[in-house]
């Protein structure tokens, strides 16, 4: 009886035509903009500057906001920023604040990101927070519109990823933080938070992966019966 022998290259190349002639799709959620507030506040005794909230209404994008302030041997000053786009938020407080002790001397700033989701939704999550403990703290928060809060966390140094899924409706995302200046010394301060939407398979692509694994299994069957 005549049989067919097939190498393991000759094999290896029959699975890759099957592998590529699927294509692996994915689709993601998305992020809808409602309003951004973005505050900041620095105070370099006996300086205070609180200039007016960044007021955003439903767009994508990237917005600032800052303060600085420059006293009797002291000083304060920061930024504040929020980035919107279909698939990811963003929020950065990062400031420093100096100077004699005995004075007041601090930057403070906050990012609120209002958000609406289609549908259920699932997020990566990072944040960060630098600076020396007892000069530096920031916090992290979100919470349903008109309703209780999912996530909150005092954030310190840089902890691992984590995810959050949500709802379909409307949240508020809050990052808070500040600095202080200690000792006589200039205290610097960084602090992020993020979310970014996980893709989810979409059916073609379940099908195809379903349909790529019963080829290989029918294929391998095949070669060891001509190989048997």
Known sequence: MFRTRLSPRAFTRAAFVVVVGITVSAQAAVILPVARTLSARAEASPVVHAPA???VGPVYGT???AASAQGNNTTASGTVGSTVSAGSLSASVNGSAGGLS??????????RVVIELPEVTEFSVNRFRS?????TSASAQVQRVGGAVVYTESISGFPPPTSLTLQPGQYEVFLG???TGIQNQTVPMGAGFSMTVVPEPTACAVAGAAALGATLTRRRRRVALQLG
């Open 131 to 135: 600076g020396i403990d007892g000069g």
């Open 177 to 179: 933080a500040s600095v």
């Open 63 to 65: 917005f600032t906001h």
């Open 53 to 55: 909230d960044v007021i």
């Open 102 to 111: 005995g004075t007041i001397r601090m930057f403070s700033g906050s990012a």
